[in-house]
């Protein structure tokens, strides 16, 4: 058995087909697809989270996880976390 891996490991070498697995790229908790993340963009350019919040624009944050709408610094950190990690997700796949 440990000579048929030697063999593949040969044949991959040679044919410049490399084992990526020491390369690991995690997806973060609060991962959101493309589409969301467009939202999500539209969202914090739209929202003030120091007035009165429209029903609506609590929908939209409870989609993205964010059910205290009593604190406007937690709403604002809460948007900004979001958007950082998914950005430095995406970053981190194009290296």
Avoid: W
């Avoid at 609060?30 to 989270?49: F, G, H, M, S």
């Amino acid at each position: 058995m440990e000579q048929k891996e030697t063999i593949f490991q040969n044949r991959n070498t040679e044919h410049g087909i490399s084992d990526n697995s020491s390369i690991e790229v995690v997806r973060p908790n609060n991962y959101i697809v493309d589409e969301q993340l467009a939202e999500l963009r539209k969202l914090c350019e739209t929202i003030n989270p120091y007035e009165e919040l429209s029903l609506e624009e609590k929908l939209r944050l409870q989609e993205f996880g964010i059910t205290d709408f009593s604190n406007p610094f937690y709403i604002t950190n809460q948007l900004l976390f979001i958007l950082e990690e998914n950005i430095q997700y995406r970053e981190s796949l194009k290296n």
